[in-house]
């Protein structure tokens, strides 16, 4: 016999179809309302490069008035010809620089600024000898100069004296050629036939000050370059990096060798060759990582955070069958949103650690706080506290990384869609009402 449906049995199904489909229907609208959220991160991400942008020009700024970047080339010696615009540089045969740099940062209203000052101690020597394609009848050797390339002159903290041949020479600002380096300091020397084919020591303490970059130019045949500081994030950059360096929390200690065989040129130079620029080496003192930086890589995050708290909220009301109105969805989605509003301007005056915690602890209780007015369980605001304390721990984890940030990341949304995955195997979703974790949550 065929069994004739009910009306009752007919109103169930009908009924079950119509919660199916507006379970479909607020899904679509969830997700649409989330695409639609990160409009505003991206109107906040635009903030966060506004105010970078003013936090470079302020230290730009800042640092052109103390130093800016420094390169250090020489000594060398500049020998003119007679009756001629050609001359030849001397480099030193050997030479050997210590220093030691010492950051500091300084503020500029609510900005950081980085600086450093440093000293060095310099000793060497230059071997005279001079190729047989050389006529020195036509050198001026009384004319002759030593020269120290520099950058920025502001960075002159002590006046630079250096002891040649025995006799100690002050430098002044200007040089004799553009070859080397186009600002830098020279004195006239002693220099006489008898001292063609002489090896001749000198020795010089340089203190400057700068900004950003310490780069060096090696000229000489054989050199050694020592730099230490208590600073410890360097970036060791330039034509060369140091064969031997140390990096840990305490700072860094970094050496340089260099041997004829390294560079393209002799210790004599002549027919007015340029030395360029590029052979340049060096390290940049720099912010681990800046606060505006950090706070742009939040901000990367931010689908990840409203796309599973909404997620959460949408698994919940099905659970509980106490449905969340779209605006409430928007509601805690703009809290979402204005934790990296806050992170930003807080950033500003405190450590960004500490700013971190107070917008990440603001926007976790206030969350948790809507959803018990919502769902009336403690439980529930609990669960929604721990999935939020648990996001903003691992997205910190994140931005502390540089390296593997990459890796922890895909490795943690992995194992965060596994979970997601896993709690809601149970519900039904073509027939909500059967769903029996319902008191779970």
Known sequence: METIPTNESINNSVNKTSL???I???????GILIILLLIPTFLI???VTERQERN?????????????????SGPYIFIP?????????????NLEMNGEIIAENRKRSIYKILLYKSSFKSNGNFMFKLSNDIDTSLLQLANAKICIGLSDFKGIEEKISITFNGETYELSPGL????????GLSAP????E????????FNFILKIKGSGVLHFLPLSGNSTYTLSSSWSSPSFDGNTLPGENNVNKKGFSAKWVFNKANLPFTTIIQNEKTIKDDLAFGVSILQPVDDYAKTDRCIKYAILFIGLTFSLFFIVEIMQKKPVHPIQYILVGLALVIFYSLLLSISEYIHFDYAYLIASAATVLLISWYSKSHFKKWKTASLFFIVLSALYGFNYVLISLEDSALLIGSIGLFIVLATVMYASRKINWYNPTLNSSTEMI
Do not use: C, F, M
């Open 194 to 201: 008898s001292d063609l084919g002489k090896t001749i020591a």
């Open 45 to 47: 991400s635009d903030l």
């Open 56 to 72: 470079k020009k302020v230290v730009t700024e800042a640092s052109n008035n103390w130093a800016t970047s420094q390169t250090l």
């Open 20 to 22: 199916s489909n507006k």
């Open 81 to 93: 010809y007679k009756n001629s615009n050609r001359y030849i540089l001397v480099l030193p045969e």
């Open 176 to 183: 004799p050629t553009s070859a080397v380096n186009n600002t």
């Open 24 to 30: 479909l229907v607020k899904g679509i609208i969830t």
């Open 189 to 192: 020397v002693h220099l006489s």
